[in-house]
């Protein structure tokens, strides 16, 4: 599932054509910050969880937002990275419900989750491209659910860390040029 997600973030970042100096900052940062501690954070969960949401996040973002015409658009020519979301999500399927192991439970953070997609489609009413909104927003939970089963599968992070410092440098390079 790790590489199913570094797969589907390295081609949301490749398929943009956004650049911004913020996000490229950002992403150097991060970089930065995670190569230089690299051995404190081996075995921080919470420092994994921002990781994998931010990369999340901000490749769901780059992908979807048009710098051109300032407004959310996926495109039609993405269809193999919503191919992709959905092996990811045939794969989580299979492997929580194979699992023998309860290592998710209906939590309060589960309900938030539901009611942020339930809202979602509420609140993309006055917008004009709100149907990309509540597909980002879907596409977005996906990711921050497999990144939730990584983090509660995976004993070792390093394969995920390689995985997100690739995907923010290459939001950095895209942003220099």
């Keep these: 599932i790790q590489y199913l997600l570094g797969a589907i973030w390295v081609s949301l970042v490749l398929v943009c054509d956004y650049s911004d100096p913020i996000l490229t900052s950002i992403a150097f940062a991060i970089v930065a910050i995670t190569v ?51 092996a990811l999500v045939v794969f989580l399927v299979l492997s929580i419900r194979m699992t023998r192991r309860e290592l998710f439970r209906l939590d309060t953070q589960d309900i938030l989750v539901l009611l942020v997609l339930g809202a979602s489609s509420v609140l993309v009413v006055g917008f004009d491209s709100g149907d990309q909104v509540l597909s980002a927003i879907i596409r977005l939970a996906v990711l921050l659910y ?23 440098l290459m939001v950095g390079v895209t942003g220099i040029l």
């Design 36 to 86: 230089l501690s690299w051995n404190k954070i081996k075995k921080s969960r919470l420092y994994i969880r921002f990781l994998l949401y931010s990369v999340s996040v901000i490749s769901i973002f780059s992908a979807t937002y048009q710098q051109d015409l300032s407004v959310l658009d996926w495109g039609e020519g993405k269809l193999y990275i919503d191919l992709l979301i959905l």
């Design 146 to 168: 497999a990144s939730e089963y990584v983090v509660g599968r995976v004993k070792s992070f390093t394969t995920v860390k390689v995985l997100t410092i690739l995907t923010f």
